[in-house]
């Protein structure tokens, strides 16, 4: 069964440093989310992609995060500079269109800033 | 907005025994629901979901859930629980065709008592 592919699994940083997380969705799946599971509560979606175009990126705090699907594939969601509150689970997930479609979810990347 | 509570953020319950975890939703429009289940340190896998018709909804697992419009809830159940069902269980909804976002609830621990 196709899955959603996300690496690193475990990311240790230090604040201030730079952080890169990638995202492999399922074959042909068009949107694609980017969420923040924070511990003890559930995930909140950062941004969301529409083929390599940005739908919804209106809770991605831009001045340190940033996220691309150049060629409306694969993904990478960016820290810079990383903060202590940006410790969290980041997780991937795709679809094949909006709506009623289904989101899959991968397994995750674990981030902590020391 | 739509908003979702999950009533209890711990469930302990003895092996074979019935669970129920309650979900409530607000929402001024109509709304499609959903149930996932996150093991530690893995990703987001769909139970089930409802997107209209039979408010009884037959997820994997051995787990089902109810819609009820008039208590605005969603609650998961299943009749006789299993080690392997201790895990973390979000509630999610979604407004209704054509949209994208998922709301999700902050989760509630099963823990099932050998």
């Known amino acids: 069964e196709a899955e959603v592919a996300q690496s690193p699994r475990y990311k240790i940083t230090e604040k201030s440093q730079a952080v890169a997380f990638w995202c492999d969705p399922i074959s042909g799946h068009a949107t694609l989310y980017w969420y923040r599971q924070i511990l003890g509560q559930g995930p909140e979606l950062l941004v969301q992609f529409q083929d390599e175009s940005v739908v919804d990126d209106s809770q991605l705090p831009k001045d340190r995060f940033s996220a691309e699907r150049l060629k409306g594939v694969d993904s990478t969601l960016k820290i810079q500079p990383a903060e202590l509150g940006d410790s969290a689970m980041y997780l991937c997930?795709?679809?094949?269109?909006?709506?009623?479609?289904?989101?899959?979810f991968g397994p995750g990347t674990r981030l902590t800033v020391l | 907005a739509q908003s979702v509570t999950q009533l209890d953020s711990q469930v302990p319950v003895f092996e074979e025994a019935p669970v129920e975890l309650r979900c409530n939703y607000s929402?001024?429009?109509?709304?499609?629901l959903f149930w996932y289940v996150q093991y530690p340190n893995q990703g987001l896998q769909l139970l089930l979901k409802y997107l209209s018709g039979s408010t009884l909804v037959k997820g994997i697992n051995g787990f089902e859930a109810e819609f009820n419009k008039s208590q605005t809830s969603f609650h998961l159940r299943k009749p006789s629980v299993h080690i392997s069902d201790t895990a973390e269980y979000f509630c999610a909804v979604k407004k209704g065709a054509g949209s994208y976002q998922l709301t999700f609830g902050k989760g509630t621990k099963l823990s099932v008592i050998p």
């Open positions: 997930a795709s679809s094949l269109r909006t709506g009623t479609d289904t989101q899959y």
């Open positions: 929402s001024s429009v109509s709304v499609y």
